[in-house]
């Protein structure tokens, strides 16, 4: 699981997308296994992953056969090992960018997203030095990335409506079942959204979609603040926030903050709904939505 500063990042990025924080999280725990980063050589680095027959593919003649010769080029998928540790695997990047460098950066995998260097021009770059600075530039750069491959691929729908084996096949391949990636995608989603309470919700903002933003609009209803329970943060989610915060004698900008939650907590006639009894309540309060 990544760690919470991360998960900040990751959250943060995914609401100014559109996408759900809990499921974008999910994606990129599975795809990274919880780190953010690598430190190579003092410096941090997105994780990367090579493919020694993509790199195949790319050359042609003397490039090839060295690129062969040295253990770095394969025809067969996976015939070309990665090291364990990602100083290695930097350390194999740089000797396959010494037979071609731009062949090399294609056949990498970047960032806790995993997006092959190769569909630069499909994610709308100008080379692939230009995704490949995007993924350095830090965390919020691989998200970027990252979420715009999805959308590219067609896969938001899939995302949002957590249909697992369809964003799996999408994003992992046809043979993701071998490896149950969609199986671990589902695990995943379910731990970070059952942690998505008043807690870990963070700041919420119109825009903001899942979980936390239904459980905003249960509360607001329950409170006397009527709103749909559709996990969409609107205009009138805003607009019933307000009322609420000006009430309660906050900043009435429609923003959900520390406070705010604080306030909503408090106002809860049953105590807080961060309790496991308040979770349960909540949970039948949305299957009933």
Do not use: C
């Given at each position: ?115 092959m ?63 149950q ?15 998505d309470?008043?807690?870990?919700h ?9 979980p936390?933003?239904?459980d ?15 996990g ?10 307000a009322?609420?915060?000006?009430d ?9 903050d ?21 979770r ?8 009933g939505?």
């Amino acid at each position: 699981m990544f760690a919470p500063e991360a998960i900040e990042t990751i959250s943060a990025m995914a609401r100014a997308e559109g996408f759900e924080p809990a499921a974008v999280l999910a994606v990129a725990e599975i795809e990274s296994g919880g780190h953010a980063h690598a430190v190579i050589d003092g410096r941090t680095e997105p994780l990367i992953r090579f493919e020694g027959h993509y790199f195949d593919r790319r050359l042609s003649g003397e490039r090839r056969a060295e690129a062969r010769r040295t253990g770095l080029a394969d025809p067969r998928a996976g015939a070309v090992l990665n090291p364990r540790s990602q100083a290695e695997r930097w350390a194999l990047l740089r000797r396959a960018a010494a037979i071609d460098r731009r062949a090399a950066y294609e056949s990498v995998s970047w960032g806790v997203g995993q997006v092959m260097g190769v569909h630069w021009s499909r994610l709308g770059f100008a080379d692939v030095d230009g995704l490949v600075a995007e993924a350095r530039s830090g965390l919020a750069g691989q998200v970027r990335l990252m979420l715009a491959y999805v959308r590219q691929a067609g896969l938001q729908k899939a995302l949002a409506r957590h249909d697992w084996q369809a964003f799996a096949r999408g994003y992992n391949g046809p043979g993701f079942a071998a490896s149950q990636y969609d199986r671990k995608l589902a695990r995943a989603y379910r731990r970070y959204a059952a942690a998505d309470d008043g807690q870990a919700h963070g700041r919420l903002a119109e825009g903001a979609r899942g979980p936390a933003v239904s459980d905003l609009q249960i509360l607001l209803s329950a409170l006397g603040y009527p709103v749909a329970a559709d996990g969409v943060f609107g205009r009138l989610t805003r607009e019933a926030l307000a009322r609420f915060q000006q009430d309660q004698g906050l900043k009435a900008d429609g923003v959900v903050d520390t406070a705010t939650w604080a306030a909503l907590r408090k106002a809860m006639p049953l105590g807080s709904f961060l309790s496991k009894a308040g979770r349960w309540l909540l949970g039948l309060l949305r299957r009933g939505a």
